[in-house]
């Protein structure tokens, strides 16, 4: 064999071992990170039994496919007068279901858990549970999170417009 015939072989080989290094990281990025449980969520809170929301939050959430694991931030979007409110989460899609425990960032009395089941595509419905203050009933709270495709931003004052609109504004969250 010439000295040619040898570096192309060597070449190949490498270029062989490179190229299937490369394609293992993607695959493992991808299946780590890259899922549609990631990215922007839109938490729509419902209170007494009212069909229109009371509270919008944004979930932000980084999800490992391979363990089912979730962390990230929540924000207060609804009503503006809380939208300094944030907290911190971790979770878990098991089957069907997305369950959430969230606790504050600042010292305020405000955390919880919720529990959701899939109901439709980006869509999971359920409650959060949170504890009275001053009591030792624990509240069961409606609520509704979507996956935002877009990135969509929530300019609705909820406190503020009617309840006639507030049921075209629900339209859009079906």
């Not at 060597?10 to 490369?22: E, F, M, N, P, Q």
């Not at 922007?40 to 980084?62: A, G, H, Q, S």
């Not at 504050?104 to 359920?126: C, K, M, Q, W």
Request: net charge positive; hydrophobic share 35%; with cysteine.
């Amino acid at each position: 064999m010439d000295m040619t015939t040898i570096g192309s072989f060597v070449l190949g080989a490498v270029s062989s071992l490179a190229a299937t290094g490369l394609i293992w990281l993607a695959k493992e990025l991808m299946y780590k990170f890259g899922d549609s449980h990631s990215g922007t969520w839109t938490t729509y809170i419902f209170e007494d039994n009212n069909d229109v929301p009371v509270k919008v939050d944004r979930l932000k959430i980084k999800h490992n496919r391979k363990t089912g694991l979730f962390s990230g931030k929540i924000k207060r979007v609804e009503p503006i007068g809380q939208n300094y409110r944030k907290w911190k989460c971790m979770g878990v899609f098991i089957k069907n279901a997305m369950l959430i425990v969230f606790w504050p960032n600042e010292a305020t009395f405000s955390y919880g858990v919720e529990y959701l089941i899939h109901t439709a595509d980006f869509r999971y419905d359920g409650y959060y549970l949170k504890y009275e203050n001053g009591s030792s009933d624990i509240i069961r709270v409606k609520l509704v999170n979507k996956k935002d495709r877009k990135h969509a931003t929530c300019s609705t004052n909820w406190s503020s417009i009617s309840t006639s609109d507030k049921s075209d504004k629900l339209e859009e969250i079906n």
